[in-house]
């Protein structure tokens, strides 16, 4: 049902709906929304008062007891609380196959991706109920980034099984980070609804990430792809499809 009314609904009119009702001051849908998704706001650093609207609550930020970060530097972190949908290496410049088709990394980055050929990537799915901040995996220094147009879809599972170019025709913010002992690529792909994406970093300027600070948010609906250069990092031994990564956890590590 979700995937046949985001077909016939049009994107546009859905997400000034949604932004329209999310950002009133009505505590009920706070309630309503935390009870569906059965979200604990025992995690979230809860403003003085409360918070005044859904688009606040969606973008609390979590307790740092509540998420404890991974000491290890080797590690690099998961820069969202997500589902690992899908993991693979990219081939000939592609990921992502579903049913045959398959997206490229040039496509969804809107450059060269050849040194990420042969590296592994993986596919972050972010549910309403998850904390909806983005995080840097490593220390690492901006060498790219940028506010891609486009679509704002829906990006759940089933949606994505019918339409697998939606990753490459979705608005997204593309950002690809040097930790001096190689480079991975990030790309936080917009959705259905708001589908905004804010950063704490202006285009073209430079930027020093730390590992674990927070570097962007969405605003309902949400994926992170991030793909790795070939033969710097590995996989941690814990991620696998269709497992849940929280804040702090660790995605992948150095190659030694």
């Given amino acids: 049902m979700k995937v046949f009314l985001a077909s016939i609904i049009p994107a546009k009119l859905c997400g000034k709906i949604f932004r329209y009702f999310a950002t009133r001051r009505?505590?009920?849908l706070i309630r309503r929304f935390s009870s569906a998704y059965a979200i604990d706001e025992s995690q979230a650093v809860v403003p003085e008062g409360g918070f005044p609207t859904l688009l606040d609550f969606f973008l609390r930020e979590p307790k740092p007891e509540a998420r404890p970060t991974d000491p290890d530097a080797n590690k690099l972190l998961t820069p969202t609380e997500?589902?690992?949908?899908?993991?693979?290496?990219?081939?000939?410049?592609?990921?992502?196959?579903?049913?045959?088709?398959?997206?490229?990394?040039?496509?969804?980055?809107?450059?060269?991706?050849?040194?990420?050929?042969?590296?592994?990537?993986a596919v972050l799915y972010l549910s309403p109920?998850?904390?909806?901040?983005?995080?840097?995996p490593a220390e690492a220094k901006l060498v790219y980034s940028k506010l891609e147009a486009g679509a704002k879809k829906p990006v759940f599972p089933s949606y994505v099984k019918k339409h697998p170019d939606v990753f490459v025709t979705n608005q997204r913010e593309v950002m690809e980070f040097d930790t001096g002992r190689g480079r991975f690529l990030m790309a936080a792909v917009g959705a259905l609804n708001v589908g905004n994406i804010t950063t704490k970093f202006k285009e073209g300027e430079p930027y020093e990430a730390k590992r674990g600070c927070e570097i962007a948010a969405f605003e309902f609906g949400s994926t992170v792809v991030i793909a790795f250069e070939k033969g710097r990092f590995h996989l941690d031994g814990k991620v696998k499809e269709g497992t849940k990564i929280k804040l702090g956890e660790a995605l992948a590590n150095f190659e030694p």
Wanted: glycine share 8%; charged share 25%.
């Fill in 26 to 28: 009505w505590r009920f």
């Fill in 82 to 121: 997500s589902l690992v949908s899908e993991i693979g290496t990219v081939s000939s410049d592609k990921f992502m196959v579903v049913k045959g088709e398959s997206c490229r990394l040039t496509d969804l980055a809107k450059k060269d991706c050849s040194i990420y050929e042969g590296g592994l990537y």
């Fill in 129 to 136: 109920a998850d904390f909806h901040r983005i995080y840097a």
